[in-house]
Structure formats: C-alpha cells, structure tokens
T-cell receptor, first 115, second 110 residues
Framework: DAGVTQSPTHLIKTRGQQVTLRCSPK?????VSWYQQALGQGPQFIFQ???????QRGNFPDRFSGHQFPNYSSELNVNALLLGDSALYLC??????????????FGDGTRLSIL | GQNIDQPTEMTATEGAIVQINCTYQ??????LFWYQQHAGEAPTFLSY????GLEEKGRFSSFLSRSKGYSYLLLKELQMKDSASYLC???????????FGKGTTLSVSS
C-alpha cells in the first residue's frame, strides 16, 4: 500500500522563479493538504484540496496556488520566489469523513532552497 | 485564535521515561494529535485524543485534559531511535487543517 509520495525530493531555485511541487495521496484518500515547514519550526498550513477545489486556506499570499486532479493527486505552485520561501514543503492526505476527524498522513516532503 | 506551546528541547537516557507537555488555546476543539518527526523525514502519526483521559499504545501514551487545554505524550523504555522531534497539533476550528506547535526535540543518550 503506497503512502503519500512527493516529487521532487530536493529543488534549488533562484529568487523570482516559479516552482511546481507534486503529491500523490495515500491509496483511498481523497483530501490533500499542503504545509510549509521552516527549519526548527512546526509545519504551517498552506491550503487544502478536496473534490478538485481549494476548501480552506492558511495565511499565505496569492503567490501560493494549487490544483487537485481527478485522481486526487495535487500540485503546489509558488510564483515570484523569495528567499523566505526556502523550506520543507509537506503534503498530507486524509479521507474526508463527516463524522470522524481522520489523521493526516504525510509524505517525505520536498526540500526547496532559494538562492 | 489558536496557539500551541511545547518545550523546545528535552534530553533523557535509554530505558528512562520522558513526558513531553503541550498546552493549547483554541477557539473550537476538534481533537489533538501527536506526531514524531525524525530529521529529514516526514512526520508520522503517533496518537489522537478527542476525549479527556489517557490513550495507551505500546511504549507511547497520550493524555488530554480539555478543561485545562493540556496534553502530554509519555514515552516509556526510551530507545536511541526515539531521538526525534515531537509535534503537538490541534485541528483548526473547521476540523480540517492541523495547527502545529514548534515541536520538542528529544535527544536520547546511552
């Protein structure tokens, strides 16, 4: 049973560039959330996708956008990269269940470095 | 708003017991999670508490007091492999996204 998979593992970009990160959820999961984790900090919620729509968004600028595909996989796009965007980007998947709060399962993340 | 506090670092020796505390303030409580994260790896789910009391799962136990906004993770019979960051998280008001603390880095020595 494949868990959450993310690509690429590492990425180096320069300021002003754009980047796309990819995530495939755990089998059976339909909801994908993206988090940013700076060094020495806990993950911070960026946004969540369900049924191909952004359902909830954290305190991140519009430079951060995303997409969910019919097979539940997801992309995170960041435009006009800043040095402060250097972080570990984590994808988490879960099964939306109206009665029970399901635990989110995390991928290994993409380490993004901005030069 | 929501806020989570946990100690930054803790140290312990192999075979010992350690308790990692977490206090939280939230506008609506939908459950509290503990995750373990080894350096360079993904957070892995340890426990979920939504009702008051102690949940035991092998060497790890988690406790919740909703009236006090308090939880702890108890690790028994510590092993070197338990050296990791331990993240306390609560659901946001909508019950969909996780709000994390900064994590507690636990170092286990022999």
């Amino acid at each position: 049973d494949a868990g959450v998979t993310q690509s690429p593992t590492h990425l180096i970009k320069t300021r002003g560039q754009q980047v796309t990160l990819r995530c495939s959820p755990k089998s059976g999961h339909d909801t994908v959330s993206w988090y940013q984790q700076a060094l020495g900090q806990g993950p911070q919620f960026i946004f969540q996708y369900y049924e191909e729509e952004e359902r909830q968004r954290g305190n991140f600028p519009d430079r951060f956008s995303g997409h969910q595909f019919p097979n539940y996989s997801s992309e995170l796009n960041v435009n006009a990269l800043l040095l402060g965007d250097s972080a570990l980007y984590l994808c988490a998947s879960s099964l939306r269940d109206g009665t029970v709060n399901q635990p989110q399962h995390f991928g290994d993340g993409t380490r993004l470095s901005i030069l | 708003g929501q806020n989570i506090d946990q100690p930054t670092e803790m140290t312990a020796t192999e075979g010992a017991i350690v308790q990692i505390n977490c206090t939280y303030q939230t506008s609506g409580f939908n459950g509290l999670f503990w995750y373990q994260q080894h350096a360079g790896e993904a957070p892995t789910f340890l426990s979920y508490n939504v009702l008051d009391g102690l949940e035991e799962k092998g060497r790890f136990s988690s406790f919740l007091s909703r009236s006090k906004g308090y939880s702890y993770l108890l690790l028994k019979e510590l092993q070197m492999k338990d050296s990791a960051s331990y993240l306390c998280a609560v659901f946001n008001q909508a019950g969909t996204a996780l709000i994390f603390g900064k994590g507690t880095t636990l170092s286990v020595s022999s």
